[in-house]
């Protein structure tokens, strides 16, 4: 069974960064368009970032653009995501799965694979 790992979270203080990762094992995902959701206590989950299946374009959420980046590396089965100046907003638990595309922003989990644990990011002020 296909499998979602997401990894790299932590606790920072308000400006400063971390790099996550989701990591896919049973099949590849390199033919689909990939992002990053999160979900803070007591809220829905929410599109944060996408990306297509060669990286040529990307889709950000407003309230982090020009802060995060969404990059993928096909032949590690990877998706990464970069956060840099991070606010305690972002404090979220943070997953990843298939976009049915970039401008829906809309996830289809079950149509690659359940959404994953997640990974917890928590920012301090």
């Known amino acids: 069974q296909v499998q979602l790992v997401e990894s790299g979270g932590g606790f920072v203080q308000a400006g400063g960064s971390l790099r996550l990762s989701c990591a896919a094992s049973g099949r590849t995902f390199s033919n689909y368009v990939m992002g990053w959701f999160r979900q803070a206590p007591g809220k829905e989950r929410d599109f944060v970032a996408g990306i297509n299946w060669s990286g040529s374009s990307t889709n950000y959420a407003d309230s982090v653009k020009g802060r995060f980046t969404i990059s993928r590396d096909n032949a590690k089965n990877t998706l990464y995501l970069r956060m840099n100046s991070l606010k305690p907003e972002d404090t979220a638990v943070y997953y990843c799965?298939?976009?049915?595309?970039?401008?829906?922003?809309?996830?289809?989990?079950?149509?690659?694979?359940?959404w994953g644990q997640g990974t917890q990011v928590t920012v301090s002020s």
């Open positions: 799965n298939v976009l049915s595309d970039l401008a829906s922003r809309r996830p289809v989990p079950g149509f690659f694979a359940s």
